[in-house]
């Protein structure tokens, strides 16, 4: 964690861009938002978790209402060893179908197939399942500074071991312009099955938080703390990951 926390010694130390230039939060820790990317913008993301998992990944915006991408991981990338890379890529699509208004919040549809973690190519899922196809909502209030709160319901493709719908939900609280602070949890109700021998959580479901700071309208940094809740059943302890985005426009 060493890396981390001289990471945020320079970004506390470093001046933060005005508040609202940056591009809406398209997702919490592990969990989706209604968040788009606007028209022609294209995002990269790179994060670097447990294991030496890299995780790659490229989205594109089209019409403020539609999003597309790719992602790709690969585990155990640094130290000796053999890399692990993932069976196969994921695949992201977003469409709002409803816009945020006074009464109401943001609508959107989606499916996403990247899970967290390795790949069990034998159980085909991933270690910490994809959200799959899901419906979010988001909403956003100005309080002391911006606030948004934001939850869906999502049903994963990877069902060979246990079906179910869950439930995830969160929120974003802005401390100071560029410095958010973030969390979400998710229900696990796909992967709580005790007669399921594939099964790898303990059932208390995943609590997430994180941190995001803003540089300007392209440079996003996230660091994250998953699974404050030790849910993940084969080990325990936070699961941390630091994640880089950067927004640029066709």
């Not at 997702?27 to 968040?35: C, D, E, H, K, Y």
């Not at 053999?82 to 499916?111: M, T």
Request: hydrophobic residues 40%; charged residues 25%; proline residues 4%.
């Amino acid at each position: 964690c060493s890396a981390a926390a001289v990471l945020l010694s320079f970004l506390l130390l470093s001046p933060v861009p005005a508040a609202g230039q940056s591009f809406e939060e398209i997702s919490l820790v592990s969990s989706p938002t209604a968040g788009m990317l606007p028209h022609g913008a294209y995002l990269f993301r790179g994060s670097l978790g447990p294991d030496s998992g890299l995780l790659f990944g490229a989205q594109v915006g089209f019409r403020d209402r539609l999003m597309v991408g790719v992602s790709y991981g690969v585990q155990e990338f640094i130290g000796r060893g053999e890399v692990q890379a993932n069976d196969i890529p994921g695949f992201q699509l977003r469409l709002r179908i409803v816009e945020e208004g006074i009464q109401g919040p943001a609508i959107a549809v989606g499916i996403d197939t990247q899970g967290e973690d390795g790949y069990i190519e034998d159980w085909e899922r991933y270690e910490r399942k994809s959200k799959g196809f899901y419906i979010a909502f988001s909403k956003n209030y100005s309080l002391i500074r911006d606030f948004s709160i934001h939850g869906g319901v999502n049903y994963s493709l990877e069902d060979e071991d246990e079906d179910g719908i869950d439930l995830f939900a969160g929120f974003a609280f802005e401390l100071a312009p560029g410095f958010v602070i973030l969390g979400d949890y998710a229900a696990g109700l796909n992967d709580d099955d005790t007669e399921v021998a594939t099964r790898l959580t303990r059932g208390r479901g995943y609590l997430d938080a994180g941190v995001r700071f803003d540089y300007g309208e392209n440079l996003r940094l996230k660091i994250l703390f998953r699974d404050l809740s030790g849910n993940y059943l084969p080990e325990k302890g936070v699961a941390r990951t630091v994640e880089i985005f950067w927004l640029d426009y066709f």
